[in-house]
């Protein structure tokens, strides 16, 4: 309990996580297309190139994993790991 004196319960490192995993969770098409062109850098584009049906559905699995451990560390105040 005196780990907390003088620091609020919330931790923003938490919310940081958040601010990244939405993104993933409610627009997984948007952010796998994203990350298609990132790593798409320094090639010639023939045309647009669409994410799998997989790759969508990981990136929507990954958004909702880091929102839940962001969650859980913002409210909790600690890191879910040790």
Same mark, same amino acid.
């Given at each position: 309990m005196s780990e907390h004196i003088g620091r609020g319960v919330f931790d923003p490192n #938490? +919310? +940081?996580? !958040? =601010?990244v995993g939405l993104p993933n969770l409610v627009w997984?098409?948007? &952010?796998?297309?994203l990350g298609l062109h990132l790593r798409s @850098? #320094?090639?010639t584009p023939s045309s647009t190139v669409e994410p799998?049906?997989?790759? !969508?559905?990981a990136t929507r =699995? @990954? #958004?909702l994993v880091v929102t839940f451990v #962001? +969650? &859980?560390w913002f409210v909790s105040g600690r890191p879910p790991f040790p």
């Open positions: #938490g +919310l +940081l996580l !958040v =601010l997984p098409a948007g &952010s796998a297309r @850098f #320094g090639r799998a049906d997989w790759y !969508v559905h =699995l @990954f #958004g #962001g +969650l &859980s």
